[in-house]
């Protein structure tokens, strides 16, 4: 069974930095775009960023420019440089992932991590 395990969350002041990690494990063919979503406290689940396998990134314009994603596909690992933080981002992070099972490698299922939670705050 494929999983997905998010860590680095915790607490930071304003203007601090944290990296969180998503690490997929189980019977995986390949792994396509892998992303990094967030939910605000009372607000619904938001897309932060996306990276394709051949590496391409997309990141949300509140986030561009402080926060970068990227991938080691030899530790099966997604990776989200948080830089410059600021209250708004406080939120549960959630990773997720388009992944090709064996033995059925032609179907592709999207899996989600349990989230971690990043507070900014003073």
């Known amino acids: 069974q494929v999983q997905l395990v998010e860590s680095g969350g915790g607490l930071v002041q304003p203007g601090g930095s944290l990296r969180l990690s998503c690490a997929a494990s189980?019977?995986?063919?390949?792994?396509?775009?892998m992303g990094w979503y967030r939910q605000p406290p009372g607000k619904q689940r938001e897309l932060v960023a996306t990276?394709?396998?051949?590496?391409?990134?997309n990141y949300a314009d509140s986030v561009k420019g402080r926060f970068t994603i990227s991938r080691d596909n030899a530790k099966n690992t997604v990776y989200l440089q948080m830089n410059s933080l600021k209250p708004e981002d406080t939120a549960v992070y959630y990773c997720?992932?388009?992944?090709?099972?064996?033995?059925?490698?032609?179907?592709?299922?999207?899996?989600w991590g349990q989230g971690t939670q990043v507070t900014v705050s003073s």
């Open positions: 997720n992932a388009g992944i090709r099972e064996l033995p059925y490698r032609a179907a592709v299922r999207t899996y």
């Open positions: 189980g019977s995986i063919f390949s792994i396509n775009t």
């Open positions: 990276i394709t396998g051949g590496g391409s990134t």
